[in-house]
Each structure stands twice: as structure tokens, then as C-alpha cells.
């Protein structure tokens, strides 16, 4: 029954942001976007079909579900008290909890990021999958907005098509996984550090970087590491 009331509410609310993202991009740029954003929306559907009625042994994506939605079930009874020592699983510490997290450090991070999702769709496999797509959505939007000053007028729309609208980059980000949740945190990484490297949008990009810098830590360190030595040349550069 979650699934049939949560997702379309958060299908609404993505809809709601997507049209705030084309009142900022000029009709072209919006009709390309318009792709990409239901690209995510089917995409995040499909993926939970695929690992509940193709993969014979599920997948990831339901691992992180089951074991998610308990702890989402003892935050609705408890949240006061079962929610910050969730935040604390999410980031590695010590946490008092009345039962085991699946894994172990970025895997975690990963349940428990799962478990604030569900805590907020209502145990919805459907909506959390969308909850994740459309951040990537959103995130890809970023990364162009990233990337774009760096080419001139007339390949924009190149960036924008392999920002938004590679297929592959598009169907693996949009579910509830490890990917998807550090592609959710790249395009506000990069643009922060634009921001930063022209020297403006300070506060902005403080707030930005904090967050996305801690996810990435979190849950695939690497892409930190890599990504830092990456900034770091071009900034000098």
C-alpha cells in the first residue's frame, strides 16, 4: 500500500523541483532536461523490478531495503532516541542501537542512509528508489552548471546531453544503491569548487562541499581521494 501512496507524492514533489530547474534553462535546455528527468523516473521504477523479478538473487538494492526498514520502523516509534544513533552508524561512530546494522562502515552508512529514506516514504521501495533517482537528477543538473563555462555557447548543449542524458549514467543512478548516492553528491561537489576556484559564492560553497564531502567520505571514500588530488591540480592549474 506504501508504494501505491508515497510514490506518487514524491513523483509529484520531483515534478515541482523539475519545473523551478526549467524556469532556469532556456527552452532547449529544458526540453533535454524534460528527458533526463523522466529518465530517472522510469529508471528508478525499472530498477526495482529488475532485482525483485530478473536477478534470481535479488540484488543490493533489496538488501539495503530489508534491512533498512526496521530501523525506519524503531525510528517512527522512537525517533528521539533511535535516530541520532542511526546518524552516528551513517557516520562510523560508536553508536547505541537495540539491534544490528547490516555491514560494516560504508555499508553501514548505506543502510542507514536507506533507513532515513524510508523513514520518510513510508517503507515505499518504489518511492525511496525515486527519492535516489531524483537526487541524481538534480545533482547531474549541477554538474552541468559544473561543467558548462568551460565550453563554448554552441557545444552546451553537448555538456548537457553527457551531464544529464547518458543512458547508462542515467539507469545506474537512479535507485537505492552506493552510486546513486555519491552521483547525488558529485554535482553539488563540483560546482562548490567552481564556485570556490572563481572566487565567489564562498558561504554557498562551504555549504555545499560539508555535506557532500562527508557522504562521499562515508560511503566510497575513493572518489574523495580521487577527487580531491583532481581539484586540487585544476585550482593550481
Known amino acids: 500500500m506504501e508504494d501505491f501512496i508515497f510514490t506518487p507524492i ?4 520531483g515534478l515541482g523541483i523539475h519545473q523551478v530547474v526549467l524556469k532556469r534553462h532556456t527552452a532547449a535546455e529544458g526540453q533535454l532536461l ?4 523522466f529518465g530517472h523516473v522510469v529508471s528508478s521504477a525499472v530498477q526495482v523490478l529488475l532485482v525483485t523479478y530478473y536477478y534470481t538473487y535479488g540484488g ?5 531495503f530489508r534491512n533498512a526498514v526496521p530501523i525506519a520502523e524503531a525510528m517512527r516509534l522512537d525517533f528521539a532516541g533511535i535516530a541520532p544513533e ?24 548505506m543502510t542507514a542512509a536507506a533507513a532515513f529514506v524510508l ?27 559544473a561543467l558548462r563555462p568551460e565550453f563554448r555557447a554552441e557545444r552546451h548543449r553537448d555538456v548537457l546531453v553527457g551531464a544529464t542524458l547518458l543512458p547508462s549514467a542515467v539507469f545506474w543512478s537512479s535507485t537505492m544503491l552506493k552510486e546513486p548516492l555519491i552521483m547525488a553528491a558529485l554535482g553539488p561537489m563540483l560546482l562548490a569548487l ?43 592549474w
Do not use: C
Request: aromatic content about 14%; proline content about 3%.
Open 60 to 64: 543490493d538494492l533489496l538488501v539495503y
Open 34 to 37: 524534460t528527458i533526463g528527468f
Open 86 to 109: 542511526v546518524a552516528k552508524t551513517f557516520l562510523h561512530w560508536e553508536a547505541n542501537l537495540p539491534f544490528e546494522v547490516y555491514g560494516g562502515a560504508t555499508s553501514g552508512s
Open 10 to 13: 514524491v513523483f509529484l514533489v
Open 119 to 145: 523513514f520518510g516514504v513510508g517503507n515505499s521501495v518504489y518511492a525511496a528508489s525515486l527519492v535516489f533517482g531524483l537526487a541524481s537528477y538534480l545533482s547531474q543538473v549541477m554538474l552541468y552548471h
Open 194 to 236: 567552481r564556485w570556490l576556484a572563481e572566487g565567489r559564492r564562498r558561504a554557498a560553497s562551504v555549504a555545499l562541499r560539508v555535506p557532500t564531502a562527508v557522504v562521499m567520505a562515508m560511503v566510497k571514500p575513493y572518489v574523495l581521494m580521487a577527487l580531491s588530488v583532481a581539484a586540487a591540480v585544476v585550482y593550481v
